[in-house]
């Protein structure tokens, strides 16, 4: 069978995108002028764009054209992260950690060795975690404002397990979840894992667009809102008690599912009131303890109704079997002597002066972010494209995301998020300086 001649044109322009002879930026031509230069169809045309696209040689973007991206960059976020280069400062993930945090961990670790349920550790635990363990749990989830039983709660190795068990357990393979237009990158990697169709909420500046959500879920069946309503990840947004009502109000009419991902929520003094709070019979809540204690750990929970948590517990026995026994026992024994709060508070005020620390020296660029957040969001000037600015500040030795991991949109906006929880002050600073040197450069 002869090859499609169109092929030949996607060989040949992914052949002169590689070879650099069409540089990152170029724009390309039309559908339409290409489908003349060539000779095809307009649809042939759209073809072939679309199948560079697939390979990530290009991006199409709406009313602005085809352009040939970067393609010299790392992949960047989630699974495809690659290992920071020595030297180079990363503005990717957030590990947030303050001064005597080893200590602390030695502290526990001796305290734990002396305890007289060391052996109990070593063996199998029940699948949800352990009883004393998951009321503890409950106990911490009061310090938020969310009054939950024990049997509730669930125990997983870290949030992102507490999404996928979540997942595994109440959805199926087909099913559509509404999500933010920008959204945790990490829950995109789950959802298509487990082949879930997502579909994009559009975004305001305080919150999904509710009038958008009642409109896909007139036309589509959606099963579940993945929604983070207390320090969106990377917006930075807390949703309002009136915006939280109708959200709750429109998944009650149209049952459906709300996951509620809380992993910064406790960055937040004086927060509404979770969603799980609020509607618990059709919200689950997943958080951890990766932000406010340390990302090593590895120890987080469910929050699920009753009658959800068997299928949950069944999931856990089909991954992780149970939840990590020491790291659990540590966690819990500082949950109980107060650490945990501790910690909390003092990661609220270095979140703050971080927060400081960006806006000053970013002064003068568009920046998008909570007060008391671990990142924040540049929206680029129009000149600018974020594949290219992404390469130039790794060229600095300063690794940045851009908007791409966390779109769930066709096209991502040209942004970049900066997250500011890993370097010490200093180190940040001279990052910071970097990203407003860099960006500046271009006129808003």
């Not at 009753?306 to 949950?335: F, H, K, Q, S």
Request: charged share 20%.
């Amino acid at each position: 069978m002869p090859r499609a001649r169109y092929k030949s044109l996607v060989d040949r322009l992914a052949a002169q995108i590689a070879a650099g002879k069409l540089p990152p930026g170029t724009r390309l031509p039309t559908h339409r002028q290409l489908a003349a230069q060539e000779g095809f169809a307009l649809v042939t045309a759209s073809r072939v764009y679309a199948e560079l696209e697939a390979m990530g040689l290009v991006s199409g973007e709406t009313g602005r054209g085809t352009f040939v991206r970067e393609i010299s960059l790392p992949l960047s976020h989630g699974v495809h992260q690659h290992a920071t280069a020595p030297g180079v400062l990363d503005l990717n993930f957030n590990y947030p950690t303050l001064p005597g945090q080893a200590d602390l961990l030695r502290t526990g670790l001796r305290q734990l060795a002396l305890s007289g349920d060391l052996d109990a550790l070593l063996r199998y635990q029940p699948h949800p975690g352990r009883g004393h363990e998951r009321a503890c749990m409950a106990r911490h989830l009061a310090e938020r404002g969310l009054a939950v039983q024990a049997e509730e709660v669930v125990i997983v190795s870290g949030a992102q397990q507490g999404l996928a068990v979540t997942v595994m357990a109440l959805l199926k393979p087909g099913d559509v979840v509404a999500v933010d237009a920008l959204t945790y990158s990490g829950f995109k990697v789950l959802a298509e894992a487990c082949r879930l169709e997502l579909l994009p909420i559009p975004l305001t500046c305080n919150g999904p667009d509710l009038d958008a959500l009642e409109r896909l879920c007139q036309q589509r069946r959606v099963k579940a809102v993945y929604t983070m309503p207390t320090l969106h990840n990377p917006m930075g947004w807390v949703m309002d008690v009136s915006w939280r009502a109708r959200l709750i109000a429109i998944a009650r009419q149209r049952d459906v599912l709300l996951i509620e991902d809380a992993a910064y929520a406790f960055l937040v003094e004086d927060a509404p009131p979770p969603l799980k709070a609020l509607a618990p019979e059709l919200t689950v809540y997943v958080s951890g303890f990766s932000k406010n204690v340390a990302t090593g750990l590895r120890v987080g929970y469910v929050v699920a109704p009753l009658d959800r948590i068997a299928a949950i517990e069944r999931a856990i026995r089909a991954t992780a079997w149970n939840t990590p026994g020491v790291m659990t026992a540590l966690v819990c024994g500082w949950i109980e002597d107060g650490t945990v709060l501790r910690l909390e508070a003092e990661k609220r005020h270095d979140a703050q002066a971080r927060q400081t620390l960006g806006r000053q020296l970013l002064n003068g660029l568009n920046v998008v972010s909570h007060p008391a957040s671990y990142f924040m969001w540049l929206p680029l000037p129009e000149d600018a494209r974020a594949d290219q600015v992404v390469r130039e500040l790794l060229s600095r030795n300063v690794a940045v995301s851009p908007a791409e991991p966390f779109a769930t949109t066709s096209a991502a906006p040209h942004a970049i998020r900066l997250a500011l929880g890993s370097l010490d002050r200093e180190a940040l600073a001279g990052a910071l300086r970097e990203v407003a040197s860099t960006i500046g450069r271009y006129v808003y």
